[in-house]
């Protein structure tokens, strides 16, 4: 999602640019890349407030992130208008309000867990102790589909274990980022969390400044590759998350009617926007035509607009870019003679608005289905035996989530154990815990968050080992 270089002579440029809201196209405001003096003296008033930081007890650190949280909670409607009018996702259904309740949840939940060290090893002769130390700065690069919570998995975590952040939004989505920034600051001894703005230049050098000992990214495999060439710099230690093309599997005689409404958010959430959505949808020759149909239903009632207008439920795509890519997408589909099974209607608004699509009569090779096409078009696919399903479903680069969708849970574990994810869900998608880890396999990056593990993520392990 960001273009970042990891050539360590690239240049910041010191222009501005604009952001703008993605349902009207007005003019936000502009924003002005931060120049290379400005970062060193960021990264450097990091490093200090980090040995501070580190220093206060554990439980001193917890308390501080508690009240991260309730300030996060006090501001909630605020921020969620912010999301809203540069993010576009809408306030109503599962859009900024709850992105901000997420925010919320994903600050207290690491305030709440422990990571005690721990007795590795003992016998008669010698005690290995494990513990868990702060690595120093953090660098985390946010992307634009949602911004605040994704900030949040990344920022809170490192917080609590002892480090600094140096924190990037994404060009697109750089204003609600700094609201945000504000209210956590407000909380926050000074210097701990520091952020910079830009394009990818900017994330470039940030990711590969020598005193940077962790980077954490959300976005693009191109980037997220992109990302591993800057570390090369400094070793920092990565967590990659780079996104999905996430498979469903509907095994044979599902009964969709109870789960359709489960089906449509899986696929069409934030406009499909979401990395861990539900992209390909495998669907029995037999149960084709009723899932079609019961999708094609409920997609017709679920009304799109400004997200600003609490009558609306789905929004517009964040940029002209994405905007671009999911259209190109479509019209390949119509070349190959892809069936269009349903098309939502388009809103009126001059934004970037692309309706819910359904696409049919498609199959592995076809574009849609094998690049990601993080909007609201879902191709869905035809199968005759269980078998051509998942070999069909793990033809993938991306290895970020899959699902599998049955009557028969123990029918749906074994198919599950057989998917090549990071998270495969049954009889849900998508569905992240703040206490259970998250990532990806294959090129959907590597290491995870969430939980217990999330936290070791952020760490580094360090071995006393005592001779008795």
Known sequence: MENISAAPETQIKETSFLSLNPSTLEVIGEVASTSREEIDDKIKKAQKAQKRWAARPDAERKEIILKVAEALQQNSKHLAAWITREQGKPLSGPGANFEMQACVGWTQVPASLDVPEEIVFEDETRKDILYRNPIGVVAAIAPWNWPLMIAIWQIIPSLRMGNAVVIKPSEYTTFCTLEMIKVINTVLPEDI??????????????????????????????????????????????????????????????????????????????????????????????????????????????????????ASILGPIQNKMQYDKILDLIRDSEKIGAEFIFTGQKSDLEGYFIPVTLVGNVDNGHRIVDEEQFGPVLPIIQYKTLEEAITKANDSENGLGASVWSDDLNEAQKVAAQLQAGTVWINQHGAIHPLVPFGGAKQSGYGVEFGIEGLKAVSLPKVISIKK
């Not at 409920?298 to 607009?305: C, F, N, R, T, V």
């Open 193 to 310: 969390l520091q952020v910079i703005t830009g394009r990818g230049e900017v994330g470039s050098y940030l990711t590969s400044h020598p005193e940077i000992g962790k980077i954490m990214f959300t976005g693009s495999i191109a980037t997220g590759k992109k990302v591993i060439e800057a570390s090369v710099k400094n070793m920092a230690r990565l967590t990659l998350e780079c996104g999905g093309n996430d498979a469903g599997i509907i095994l044979p005689g599902f009964d969709v009617s109870k789960h359709t409404d489960q089906l449509f958010w899986a696929a069409f959430l934030n406009m499909g926007q979401t990395c861990a959505c539900l992209k390909r949808l495998y669907v029995h020759e037999n149960d084709y035509g009723k899932v079609v149909k019961a999708l094609a239903d409920y997609s017709s009632h679920i009304p799109m607009g400004d997200g600003a207008d609490e």
